[in-house]
């Protein structure tokens, strides 16, 4: 899918909100690999902003596992980018954001000035 290709290309977040408004259920959509659009995000380093887009859009998408069973934290923790931590911080508050009105609400993805 478009956003699959979008991620692993270093695309902004002005291109991401736009494929995500377009097809949001583009999110929960996997690869050949099982990969969904924020593992493949993740994996390639992109922005701290894109990835909290993607989980604002399908918080859901956190917690699915890819074929070899990783999760978005899980590729996050394995690899060296420089907003490593913040988006690790992010996932690990998404995955852990309480519950309300059957979506999850999470604080955490607000953005740091």
Known sequence: LPIHYACSNGAPEA???????????????????????????????????????????CPAAVAIKTKKKSTALG???????????????????????PERNGAKQSTCLRKVS
């Open 15 to 57: 291109v991401v909100r736009a494929l995500l408004r377009v097809n949001p259920a583009s999110m929960l959509y996997a690869d050949c690999n099982g990969w969904l659009p924020l593992h493949v995000a993740v994996r390639s380093g992109a922005s701290t902003e894109v990835v909290r887009e993607m989980i604002r859009a």
């Open 75 to 97: 590729l996050a923790e394995k690899v060296q980018t420089k907003n490593r931590e913040e988006v690790i911080e992010m996932l690990k508050c998404a995955m852990g954001a």
